[in-house]
């Protein structure tokens, strides 16, 4: 599997601008984003016959707001700032 990280300064102004606008901050500071991906990206590998040597089914998130998840039957605490991680186990 090859990640590829996409960082806050990795996107044009005016993308950067609409991030900002969309969780309603002034800077990036606010929400990690000087710091830490706002996504990840993943790739499947293929051999050299274009076979797939790996898969995934896990997407990555930067949680936007404080709430309280079920996971497995429990209640959890995530946090705005958080990165989370879900896991498709159907493979859709």
């Known amino acids: 599997m090859v990640t ?8 044009i102004e005016e993308k950067q601008q609409e ?5 309603g901050e ?3 500071d606010e929400m990690n984003w000087d710091t830490s ?7 499947d590998e293929f051999d050299e016959e274009g076979e797939i040597v790996a898969s995934t089914n896990v ?6 707001k404080d709430a309280i998840v ?9 946090h ?3 990165v989370i991680e879900i ?6």
């Open 70 to 78: 079920n996971v497995n039957g429990k209640r959890r605490n995530i």
């Open 87 to 92: 896991v498709n186990e159907e493979g859709d």
């Open 4 to 11: 590829v990280e996409i960082m806050f300064d990795d996107l």
């Open 19 to 23: 991030m900002l606008e969309a969780v």
């Open 59 to 64: 997407k990555t998130y930067k949680v936007t």
């Open 26 to 28: 002034t800077s990036p």
């Open 37 to 43: 991906p706002i996504t990840t990206v993943e790739f």
């Open 80 to 82: 705005r700032g958080d």
